[in-house]
């Protein structure tokens, strides 16, 4: 298929239903979803991830999907090698004139593809690690923010992760003019939004809808394998809060409560990286979730092409 468009993202917050909108998109170019969300990448956290496998089978046919399930639990997979994954997973979808579906909520993991981010894999400097490794984490962190400015503090919640952080920041300092590590994408980029209210429903519901799936069990096992609570924390509010009541420290109900506030509360942030994308160039067609998912996948056939 030939197009000045290389690829077509659908990006919005949680429980908009962007999967399968995807999906059928995917079906009618006769092409594939990318998957870009920082947490699917892992095996076996299915249901607290959210990986609805059934929303990739259009029409009784399997609609191919990448991205997903690639890494291991306990592992920490990153920023880094998700844009070198993507690259390797587009370059080769690319060869065979084929437009993927790019798909996801993670901003950031957007953001790095949508932008061609630099982050070439970066040397170790023992002089500069020796010389930060006797700051404190609170000096560290002003030290790197005099370089970058910090999406996510949890990027660097440890002295090694905030030394990393730095010696990246000052290595693309000394060598930004090299050129980037990989060709830019030309993407048509579509947003899905939703009421408000609408939203809301829709996370509570599917929230009560994973619990009774067995999200619990599949922490559990989890844990059964080796997965730590800390590990736990780190792939987000459903495994921090289920952590947190299989640790008796809440009850079920309360676990709930709590995980449903903070999805709401994660759902307002997740709009607010958006918007931020957009004030740095990246031109985002917004979509209402009013209309069915057929009528919204054709129009961004109609708009993409």
Known sequence: MSSATDLIAILGPTATGKTRIAAILASKLGSCV????????????????????????????????????????????????????????????RKHQIIPVMCGGSGLYLDCILRNYDLREVPQNPELRTELKKKSLTELKEILASYIKLHNDTDVDTVNRAVRAIEIAVFQTVHKHLPGQYPSVKAKIFGIESDREIRRNRISQRLRKRVEEGLIEEVESLIEEGVTHEDLVFYGLEYKYVSEYLRGLCSKETFIVKLETAIHQFAKRQMTFFRSMEK????????SRNMCDEDIADIILRTAL
Request: glycine share 8%; net charge negative; charged share 30%.
């Open 280 to 287: 740095k160039g990246v031109e985002i067609n917004w979509l």
């Open 34 to 93: 990318i998957s870009a969300d920082s947490r699917q990448v892992y095996k076996r956290m299915d249901i607290g991830t959210g990986k609805d496998y059934a929303d990739y089978c259009v029409d009784g046919k399997q609609v191919p999907y990448y991205m997903i399930d690639i890494a291991e639990p306990g592992s920490r997979y990153n920023l880094f090698e998700y844009q070198r994954d993507f690259h390797a997973v587009f370059a080769e979808i």
